[in-house]
C-alpha cells in the first residue's frame, strides 16, 4: 500500500484533475465494484493509471475558474503569460504573416516543438494550411476544464514534437444542467473590443453523461497609429513613388562606404528635380495591433456504459474562424530596364537629364530600382477563412477486476481547411508594363487613373488544409506486487496519418506578384509507434518511471526514445524528483515538400543597398531533412512544510538541449559575414557582387542547434485570516541559458525571434468569503538587451547595444456569487497603462507586441447563469 505523505497531498491539489477523459478506464464508472477498487487516473505525461498524483515530472495546472478571474478570451493568451514561455509565438497581437493563428511557444524552443493534446489525444495542426503546428483559436475557452502543461520532455510517451513539453487541454464533461457565459471587455481608449458568449448543456443518462457546448466569439482590432506610444513608421516605399539613386555629396559626387562601395537612397521627384526622401512612409496608420477575429463553435463530450466493464467515450469539436489582418499599401519593388542612350522603348525606362543630375544612373545589369507604396490601390487586407473539426472515440474495458489490467481503443479524426485571400494585392509585371507606358503618371507623384490602377491590381486567393488520423491501443495496469507496492505498466501501438497542402495564388506562384514568390506544398506522411512504460516502486520512499517508444516514419525511417524518472520522498514534507529523455521532432509536410517561398525578414543591409527594414529572404525546403533529436534533464524538489499547513514550494531545475535542428542559418549574421569578406557566407546565403541580395536565400538544414537551461520556483499558500480566504501564489523563472546556432540570446529582445528575458515573474492574491472574492496579479518581465545592427566605420564592426527594461503589468478582479445560478465577474488588466518598451528592431510600432502589452489598459466583466 502506497503512503500518503503530506508532498503527495500537496501534489493533489495541484494536479489533481489531470485525468485524461481519452484513457479514463472503466474501473472507475461503475458503483457495483468501488468497495474492489481505488480510482485510478492518468496523469500528463504517462500512460500508466496511478492512484495518485506523484509523478517525476513538474506539470502546472490552470483551471477554468483561474482563466475566468483573469480575463483571458483565448487560450494563447493564457498560456503566453505564463513564465514558462518564451520567445514570441504568433497570436492576437501578430499582425504580419501569422494568418490569424494562436500557438504556445514553451522556452522559447519554438511552437512546433510543444506538443498539444485534447484529453490525451493529438490535435490537428491547423492554420492556413500546411501547418506545423496546432491553432489553439481552434479550441474555444468556453469548453475548457483546466490546461495541464507538462513542462519536461514527453517524446518517449507522446513520440514527435514533445521536446520543450506538452500542453493538455482538458474539456468540460460530466456536466448536468444548464450554462449561460457572457464576457465583454475593451480598452479605456474606446477600442479593442472583446465579446463571447457561450452555452452549456449537459445530462446524465442510465451509466453515462452527454455534454453539448456552442461558443461564439468577436474580438474587434486596435490600429497601432491610434497609440501615442507608437513610433511612426519610416519606409522607404512611398506613396508618389521614387528611384534608387547615388548617395551625392553637397558637390554632386557620390559618396562611398568604407568598402569603396557608392551609398544608395531613395530619390523621389520634387520641384522638377529628383532629391533625397526626406519623410518616408508611416505604416503604422494602416497596421493592427490588436487583429480582429470572429469565431464559432460546437463542442460535445460524452461517456456510456455497454456493460461488461466496457465504457464507450467520444468528443467532438468543430470551430470556424473568420479573421483579418490589414497591412500598409504593396510596396511595388521594380528592376526596370533602362533604355540605351539615344533611344526609347514602351519596354524600358529613359534616364533624363534630371535623374541623372539626381545620382540616378543604371547598375551593371542595365537596370534601376523603383519603388512606390501603391497607396492609390489601398492597404492589404488579409481575410483567412478557416474550419477545423475533430473526433474522438474510444472503447475502455477491464481485463479483471482485481488486479485492475485495463484495455483501450481510439480512433481520433481531425481536419482543418482554410481560405486567405488578400486585397489590393499588386501584380508586378503588369506594374512594370504600366510604368514603361505610363511613365508621367508613375514618376510625377501624381494620383494613379482609375484604369491604371485596375490594370494592376488583384485579390490573391489562398487554399490549404491540414488531416490527420491517430489509430491507438494499450494496455494497462499491476504486473506484480513489491514489497513497496505494485509495479505498474503500460503499452500500446498507434498508427497515425498526416497530410497537409498550401496552394497560393497563380500570380504568386509564376512570381509576378509584388509579394514573395511562393511554391505550393502537398505532401503526406505516416508514422507507426510501439510504447511502453514501467513503474517501479524500489521502496515506500523510492520510485522510478521508465518509457521507451519506437516510431517507423514513411520518410526518414526510425527513431527510438527513452525517458528515466525517480521519485524520493526523504521526508513526509519532502520529495525529491528527477527526469532524463530524449526526444525527436519530425520534419513537417511544409519543412519537407514547401519548395521556394519568400519572406521579407526584418534585417539591415550592410552594403546600404536596402533602405527598407524588410528584405526579401528566399526560403527553401527539403525532402531530405532529418528528424531533430533532443535531451531532457529536470532535477526538483517539492516542500510542503509541517509547521505551515496549506504551503507548498517547488523549485526545479531544467535544460533542453536540441541537436540536427531544423532551422534557416541566422540571415542577419550571414550578411555581416559576407560583408566582412567571408566568401563562404556569401555563397551559403546567395549573396552577389557588391552586395547584391536578389537571391539572398535561406534553406532548411539539420545543422540547428539549442541549448537552454533555468530554473523554476512556485510558491503556493492557502490559508485564512481574519475570517477570509486567502490564496498566494508566485511563479517564476529565470533563464540560465539559451543558447541557438551558436549564438546567445539569453536577456536578449528582438522583432525576429522575440524575448528571453533571464527573471519572468507571475504573482498573484486573492482573498474572498462565501460568494465573493477578489484577486490581485502582476506580471513581472525581466530587463533585456536590445542588439541591433549599425555599421561603425571606426570600429570596423558591427556594436550596436541598447538596454530594455524591466516592466510589470497589474490587474484586478473580483467575483460576485449573486445566487447559487448567478455569478458575475468584474477585472481590469493593465491597471496603470504602462506602455509597450521600445524594440530597435522591433516586429511593429517600435516594439513586440508578441512580449509587450501594446494596447493599454482593458476592463473586462462577465455573468454565469447556471440551473
Known sequence: MIKRTKVASAINLAVVSSIAAGTFVASSAFAAEETAKVERIEVTGSRIQRQDMETASPVTVIDAAAIKAEGFTSVDQMLQVQTSMAGAAVGSTTNNGADGVAQVDLRGMGSQRTLVLLNGRRMVNSGSGANSSVDLNSIPVAMIARVEILKDGASAVYGSDAIAGVVNIITKKDFEGFQFDMNGSGTDKGDGQNGDASILYGFNTDGGNYTFGAAYSDRR???????????????????????????????????????????????????????????????????????????????????????????????????????????????????????????????????????????????????????????????????????????????????????????????????????????????????????????????????????????????????????????????????????????????????????????????????????????????????????????????????????????????????????????????????????????????????????????????????????????????????????????????????????????????????????????????????????????TACETFKIGANGDLTNLSSALT?????????????????????????????????????????????????????????VRNNFSISVGQDDWSVMYFNRYIGSMKDYYTDYDANLDAFTAVANVDSIIYHNISGTYHVNDSTTVSLGVKNFTDEKPLTVSNGSDGGTVPEVYDTIGRTIYGGVTVKF
Not at 529628383?274 to 464559432?296: C, I, M
Not at 534557416?664 to 567571408?678: E, I, S, W
Not at 540547428?704 to 490559508?719: E, H, M, P, R, V
Request: net charge negative; aromatic share 12%; hydrophobic share 35%.
Open 702 to 758: 539539420n545543422v540547428g542547434s539549442q541549448d537552454t537551461s533555468g530554473i523554476d520556483f512556485n510558491l503556493a499558500y492557502n490559508f485564512e485570516l481574519l475570517g477570509l480566504d486567502w490564496k498566494v501564489n508566485n511563479d517564476m523563472t529565470y533563464l540560465a541559458k539559451f543558447e541557438q546556432d551558436g549564438e546567445d540570446y539569453t536577456g536578449t529582445i528582438d522583432g525576429n525571434f522575440g524575448a528571453y528575458a533571464r
Open 221 to 679: 482590432g486596435v490600429v497601432q497609429s491610434d497609440r501615442s506610444w507608437t513610433e511612426p513608421g519610416n519606409s522607404s516605399f512611398v506613396g508618389n513613388g521614387g528611384i534608387v539613386g547615388n548617395r551625392l555629396d553637397a558637390d554632386g559626387n557620390p559618396i562611398y562606404d568604407v568598402k569603396g562601395n557608392v551609398k544608395q537612397q531613395v530619390k523621389t521627384f520634387q520641384d522638377g528635380e529628383w532629391k533625397p526622401l526626406s519623410q518616408g512612409y508611416d505604416f503604422t496608420k494602416d497596421s493592427f495591433y490588436q487583429t480582429p477575429s470572429e469565431r464559432r463553435s460546437l463542442f460535445a463530450n460524452m461517456t456510456q456504459e455497454l456493460g461488461n466493464d466496457v465504457v464507450l467515450t467520444a468528443d467532438a469539436i468543430y470551430t470556424n474562424r473568420r479573421s483579418s489582418q490589414q497591412l500598409a499599401a504593396q510596396p511595388a519593388d521594380i528592376m526596370l530596364d533602362v533604355c540605351g542612350v539615344g533611344t526609347t522603348s514602351d519596354k524600358c525606362l529613359v534616364l533624363d537629364s534630371a535623374m541623372i543630375a539626381g545620382g540616378i544612373e543604371a547598375d551593371d545589369r542595365g537596370k534601376v530600382n523603383y519603388r512606390r507604396r501603391t497607396t492609390d490601390v489601398g492597404p492589404r487586407i488579409y481575410s483567412q477563412d478557416t474550419d477545423t473539426w475533430r473526433l474522438s472515440t474510444g472503447l475502455a474495458g477491464t481485463l479483471d477486476v482485481h488486479t485492475g489490467m485495463n484495455w483501450d481503443l481510439s480512433y481520433t479524426y481531425g481536419k482543418n481547411q482554410a481560405k486567405t485571400t488578400v486585397e489590393n494585392s499588386i501584380n508586378a509585371a503588369a506594374t512594370e508594363a504600366s510604368i514603361y507606358s505610363n511613365t508621367n503618371a508613375w514618376l510625377t507623384g501624381v494620383p494613379l487613373t482609375a484604369d491604371i490602377i485596375e490594370d494592376i491590381s488583384f485579390v490573391e486567393d489562398t487554399k490549404g488544409g491540414n488531416e490527420q488520423q491517430t489509430l491507438s491501443a494499450g494496455l494497462n495496469g499491476e504486473l506484480f506486487d513489491l514489497s513497496a507496492g505494485a509495479v505498474g505498466f503500460a503499452i500500446g501501438a498507434e498508427y497515425r496519418r498526416e497530410s497537409g497542402f498550401y496552394t497560393p495564388d497563380e500570380v504568386v506562384i509564376a512570381g509576378e506578384s509584388t509579394s514573395a514568390q511562393q511554391d505550393p506544398t502537398d505532401g503526406n506522411y505516416n508514422v507507426v509507434s510501439f510504447f511502453q512504460e514501467v513503474s517501479i516502486p524500489f521502496t515506500e520512499k523510492l520510485t522510478g518511471e521508465f518509457a521507451l517508444r519506437f516510431d517507423d516514419y514513411s520518410t526518414f525511417g526510425k527513431a527510438t526514445t527513452w525517458k528515466i524518472g525517480l521519485t524520493y520522498n526523504a521526508t513526509d514534507e519532502l520529495m525529491v524528483r528527477s527526469v532524463a529523455a530524449t526526444g525527436f521532432r519530425a520534419p513537417s509536410v511544409a519543412e519537407l515538400y514547401g519548395g521556394n517561398s519568400g519572406s521579407f525578414d526584418y534585417l539591415t543591409d550592410p552594403w546600404g543597398n536596402e533602405l527598407d527594414p524588410q528584405i526579401l529572404v528566399n526560403y527553401i525546403s527539403d525532402d531530405n531533412l532529418k528528424p531533430e533529436e533532443s535531451e531532457s534533464y529536470t532535477f526538483g524538489l517539492v516542500y510542503s512544510p509541517s509547521y505551515v499547513d496549506g504551503m507548498s514550494l517547488t523549485l526545479d531545475y531544467w535544460r533542453f538541449k536540441l541537436t540536427d535542428a531544423i532551422a534557416r542559418m541566422d540571415v542577419q549574421t550571414g550578411l555581416n559575414a559576407c560583408f566582412a569578406g567571408d566568401t
